[in-house]
């Protein structure tokens, strides 16, 4: 354990002094909590509940609260927080539904207080009042919270937020006010002496709200954190939640803790992805003001050490280590951050941003093509002393592209067109080759041929109309091998056998179950008889694509054997007749073989081009020499490719097209990247249906449970304020008409709009008419409504 550089800090009497250090758990940690004196961590997991003693030079473990030979489910936590204000008191929130308190002063082995068993589901967060000493507060995967008095053996109250998980529960730090963070990304503020009806409640993420925490110092600053990657803080104390700053992290945020005696300091750690831990200034939204680097798998849980020392910080993680962090020996991500910046928008244009010393200096610049489109924007900002920033002159470029020559239309048509699923594999193969074919995409559109090719079963192919091409013919065996170098002398001059000009030929010549052995000679370009010109390969009007041809193998024509196609492999057809005679020599080989009937005998062959064998039947369709599996590393490098480009809409659609072929060829964390990214860009296009269509049909878990959040709806009383437990009209409670419309005051019975705020609403139509001229409720509760 390396050494580092202490710092001592006096805190009224006590003094806190200490070093980076570590010390290894005996498993991954969910939750950490400090006592008042900040001198022991309690460490909380499903297989580990310990009291660790912070001294100066390492932690010492001090006691074991997993007692017995058999721990229940009681002991496995998911979160825990040390009273401080009894110093003796803990909370645990455990895995199956139970809120246990733990008293350090018994003088038993086991230290459990008392149990609650209310919570139907898991308990993701307790919390106790910060004044009131025996007021706890719990959050529950159920939906529910609840208040337990230390002195009762039940709860005393109930807040049921409407919703399908609670997250985080936290007390404010001077009143009985309470926020709670929900799946839905709502955050409801609630007075715990009023249960029945939470205060306000405002849409704070875009996804679940996994995290918030209230300001120590600024009574109604919030933070609050979840999935959409962002840091909100809002001031609670106007009569809307303002948002008045927003950090920008780079994965989902699972915990945010306020820095002591630093006003716009806050850490935050990830849940996935990322281990490190962010000191955010939130003033810089995109950079990180200090960053703990110890970590090597998630980090669960942080907290400072003591509420009123900003040097020191505690964390707990998955690789089963507790780490004590000293401020100073953070990395500075600004010493090492350059001075420009870059970034594209959403239809391709284009800013720079450098210090405008640089812009200024560049005399060499050569002239924009078709004129200067460049934009320059110059900002000045007051010198903030408080501000810890380095300040720099900068100028903001902006490169406009013209929208004819990089517009986005592929993209939009290629998402609304493309089959993902419905249809056999080939069929959406050819269909999507189709379209990117016809939006001038030719690699892509081959990138779909060949994945038909390679992945698909050609015996069970369908016929593709009346040109009977041998891609189409699906009962055509494959052949063993196939060398260019043989076939060079064969194939060059494309030789094929037309149709014959006979007085009653027929329009197609059709191949019928049977023998069709087709042999060469030494003869080259021979005119077959009734023919006008030389003799090219054909199955009736189709030319023979080299596509299609998988594999040959060459023998010696004395050693081939007659083979009997498989009749189920073909439709039945009309009997041919009447046909032109073919020529002489092969009536005689079709005349000696047992196999073939009359009709056969006069079906035109191949014209022979070499003494060797052009084509050999010998095997069925789909050899072992080249399964599915053999493609995958291919397949797997191309989406690797197309994804590095920026194209993640080819990657994905291979992925859901090819579905079980390709998923495990690929790891989860790259499938769950590529995913997030097409989504976002189909969401930013406004393409709802088929970003719901795409995460329906995602081969990751993690994304097919995105549309399987939020999907209750719960509908309060417009009267009595109460949720409606009942269908239909009639609230079961006051037995009023509960969806009235605030503006026409009849019953809505089709499309129902509605505040959140003030759960007043009506027909779509008359709301938005009335909010145009409007901005209070129709109903006259004087609620500050807005339609978005």
């Not at 109930?158 to 926020?179: N, P």
């Amino acid at each position: 354990m390396e050494k580092m550089s202490r710092v001592t800090t006096a805190l009224s009497s006590n003094t806190i002094s200490g070093k980076t250090m570590f010390c290894h758990l005996d498993a991954p940690a969910n939750a950490i909590s400090v006592c008042r004196d900040a001198s022991q961590v309690v460490v909380a997991g499903r297989n580990i509940f310990k009291i660790y003693t912070i001294e100066e030079e390492q932690f010492v473990e001090k006691l074991n609260l997993r007692v017995g030979r058999k721990p229940s489910l009681n002991f496995s936590c998911a979160d825990v927080m040390w009273h401080q204000m009894e110093e003796n008191l803990l909370a645990t929130a455990a895995t199956n539904g139970a809120v246990v308190t733990w008293n350090l002063g018994k003088p038993s082995r086991n230290k459990q207080d008392q149990l609650f068993t209310e919570h139907k589901r898991t308990v993701n967060k307790v919390c106790f009042h910060p004044t009131e000493v025996y007021m706890l507060l719990s959050g529950s995967q159920d939906g529910l919270m609840k208040c337990f008095d230390l002195r009762k053996k039940e709860s005393v109250s109930t807040f049921s937020g409407q919703s399908e998980s609670v997250r985080d529960v936290q007390f404010s730090m001077k009143d009985f006010t309470f926020a709670a963070s929900f799946e839905n990304g709502n955050v409801q503020l609630w007075d715990i002496r009023r249960p029945d009806r939470y205060e306000r409640m405002f849409t704070a993420h875009t996804g679940p709200v996994f995290c918030c925490d209230w300001h120590p110092d600024d009574r109604g600053w919030l933070a609050t954190g979840g999935r959409d990657k962002m840091v909100k803080v809002w001031d609670m104390t106007t009569n809307r939640a303002k948002e008045i700053y927003c950090v920008q992290t780079i994965a989902s945020v699972a915990r945010v803790k306020w820095r002591p005696e630093k006003r716009f300091h806050l850490a935050t750690c990830s849940m996935m992805v990322d281990h490190n831990i962010y000191v955010w200034d939130i003033r810089r939204p995109f950079i990180p003001f200090a960053t703990f680097e110890e970590h090597k798998d998630v980090t669960t849980g942080i907290v400072w050490r003591h509420q009123h020392d900003p040097d020191f910080l505690l964390s707990g993680s998955k690789d089963s280590t507790l780490y004590q962090h000293m401020f100073k020996d953070a990395t500075r991500p600004v010493d090492k951050a350059n001075p420009e910046g870059l970034c594209f928008g959403l239809m391709g244009d284009l800013a720079f941003a450098a210090k405008e010393s640089l812009i200024n200096s560049d005399t060499n610049r050569k002239p924009y093509a078709g004129g200067d489109r460049r934009n320059p924007l110059f900002f000045f900002k007051k010198t903030d002393p408080t501000e810890q920033f380095a300040h720099v002159s900068s100028a903001l470029t902006i490169y406009e592209t013209d929208f004819d020559s990089n517009h986005m239309d592929w993209f939009v048509n290629t998402a609304q067109r493309y089959l993902l699923s419905g249809k056999p594999f080939a069929e959406l193969c050819d269909h999507n080759a189709k379209v990117a074919r016809e939006l001038k995409r030719p690699q892509v559109s081959t990138t779909w041929t060949m994945l038909r090719i390679m992945f698909s079963d050609p015996a069970n192919l369908p016929a593709a109309g009346l040109n009977h091409s041998l891609s189409k013919l699906g009962s055509l065996p494959l052949m063993n091998s196939f060398s260019m170098k043989e076939m060079g002398s064969g194939l060059g001059s494309e030789s094929r056998l037309e149709r014959s000009k006979g007085d009653n030929r027929q329009e197609n010549i059709h191949l019928e179950a049977g023998n069709s052995h087709i042999s060469n000679n030494n003869e080259e370009n021979e005119e077959t008889e009734g023919s006008d010109g030389p003799a090219e390969c054909m199955f009736g009007d189709a030319e023979l694509d080299d596509d299609d041809l998988y594999s040959m193998d060459h023998e010696n024509q004395a050693e081939e054997q007659e083979y009997t196609l498989p009749q189920e492999g073909f439709q039945l057809r009309h009997e041919i007749v009447d046909n032109p005679s073919a020529p002489e020599h092969f009536q005689q080989d079709k005349a000696d073989s047992p196999h073939v009937s009359g009709n056969e005998a006069e079906v035109p062959c191949l014209t022979p081009i070499e003494s060797f064998s052009l084509i050999s039947i010998s095997q069925p369709l789909f050899t072992h020499h080249l399964p599915a599996s053999f493609f995958c590393p291919i397949v797997r490098e191309m989406l690797s490719y197309y994804a590095e480009q920026g194209d993640v809409q080819m990657a994905v659609s291979v992925l859901i097209v090819l579905g079980e072929k390709i998923r495990k060829e690929i790891d989860d964390l790259t499938q769950e990247h590529w995913y997030m990214s097409y989504i976002d860009m189909l969401q930013r296009f406004e393409l709802w249906n088929v970003s719901n269509e795409v995460i329906k049909l995602s081969t990751c878990s993690a994304i097919t449970c995105l549309n399987q959040t939020s999907t209750t709806l719960h509908i309060n009383c417009s009267n009595c304020k109460r949720p409606m437990s009942s269908k239909g009209w009639m609230c079961d409670r006051c037995h009023q008409c509960a969806s009235i419309c605030a503006v026409c005051h009849h019953v809505v019975k089709g499309l129902f709009v509605w505040c959140q705020g003030c759960s007043h609403g009506g027909h779509l139509e008359h709301i938005m008419n009335w909010l145009k001229s409007s901005a209070h409720c129709p109903a006259g509760c004087g609620h500050l409504c807005e339609y978005t």
